[in-house]
């Protein structure tokens, strides 16, 4: 979806001026030690999953999601899965309160198994049973698309081309897997110059590379 989370191109937002990361905390308040945390242990639970959490943040109006800070973007998106899986209502939600008792069959993540779950990741790759259809060298060209479900190809690579210099293999769609289906694309990188995404007068030697999923892509139109 076109939301205020995909901003690459725009103008008006002011420069880029990160913290150093030699001197910037891993969190600025406490409260958001607690928000990272409520994230990752509802996680484990099972009721969604990470496309679905991306998603339940992007939906948030444009607005709010511009004017909140990157934690108060988590939670948004939080108490949005919460709601939307059943575990709370918006009543209970609003109110502080749980009028019912936690299921007994949740899978609860315990403080001993926490750093054991951390440092054992998640593979994202997915055999896909179809051979790729592009190859490293070839044009492509990204489908100029705007869905309003989750995508993971940005707004300023729509309708422009670029080279394929990497093929990963097969791994989860976003798209569908944010609507609770796992299924599987081949994933490529795709290197853009810069004067095809942000126009003539920023053209230069510059380079963008982009993890773009196969039905992102066509060759239609692109040089052979």
Not at 127 to 156: D, K, M, W
Request: hydrophobic fraction near 30%; glycine fraction near 12%; charge should be negative.
């Amino acid at each position: 979806m076109n939301g205020g989370h995909d901003l690459g191109g725009m103008h008006g937002l002011g420069a880029v001026n990160p913290e150093s990361e030699t001197d910037e905390p891993v969190f600025h308040h406490s409260w958001e030690r607690r928000v990272f945390a409520l994230t990752l242990a509802t996680g484990f639970l099972g009721r969604w999953n990470l496309d679905q959490s991306r998603h339940a943040r992007e939906r948030q109006h444009p607005i709010d999601y511009l004017r909140n800070t990157y934690y108060e973007n988590w939670l948004a998106g939080l108490q949005t899965l919460l709601v939307d899986s059943g575990l709370l209502t918006e009543a209970e939600l609003q109110s502080g309160s749980c009028g019912k008792g936690f299921p007994d069959q949740e899978i609860v993540l315990t403080k001993k198994e926490v750093k054991a779950k951390l440092q054992e990741g998640k593979s994202v790759e997915l055999p896909v049973a179809e051979p790729p259809q592009f190859v490293i060298g070839q044009e492509v060209i990204v489908v100029n698309r705007h869905p309003i479900g989750h995508t993971r190809a940005p707004r300023y690579t729509r309708g422009r081309r670029g080279t394929v210099i990497h093929q990963h293999g097969g791994h989860i769609f976003p798209d569908d897997h944010a609507m609770g289906d796992r299924t599987g694309q081949h994933l490529y990188t795709i290197r853009f110059d810069a004067g095809e995404l942000w126009g003539e007068d920023n053209a230069g030697n510059e380079q963008v590379y982009v993890d773009l999923w196969e039905s992102y892509l066509t060759s239609d139109g692109a040089k052979q």
